[in-house]
C-alpha cells in the first residue's frame, strides 16, 4: 500500500509538470485513497490541504480580471 500511494503521488507530480490534469487528478485522488488505507492521515492531510489550496488559486487565477 506504502509503494502504491507514492507511486501515485509521483505520477500525479509527473503529470502536473506535463500540464495533463485528467491524469494528475487521477494519481492524485489513487494517493490520498492510498494514504488513508495505509493509516498515514498525516500526510493524507497535507495532501489535501495543499490540494484544495491549489484549487482555490487556481479559480483565483480563472477569475481575476487581467489588464
Known amino acids: 500500500v506504502q509503494d502504491r500511494a507514492l507511486a501515485h503521488e509521483l505520477a500525479s507530480a509527473y503529470f502536473e ?3 495533463d ?3 494528475k487528478d487521477h ?3 489513487r494517493c490520498k485513497e ?3 488505507e495505509w493509516g498515514a492521515t ?5 495532501i489535501y490541504e495543499q490540494s484544495e489550496h491549489n484549487i482555490h488559486t487556481t479559480r483565483n487565477e480563472k477569475t481575476t480580471p487581467t489588464r
Open 17 to 19: 509538470s506535463k500540464g
Open 21 to 23: 490534469t485528467y491524469w
Open 34 to 36: 492510498y494514504y488513508l
Open 27 to 29: 494519481h492524485m485522488e
Open 42 to 46: 498525516a500526510k493524507f492531510r497535507l
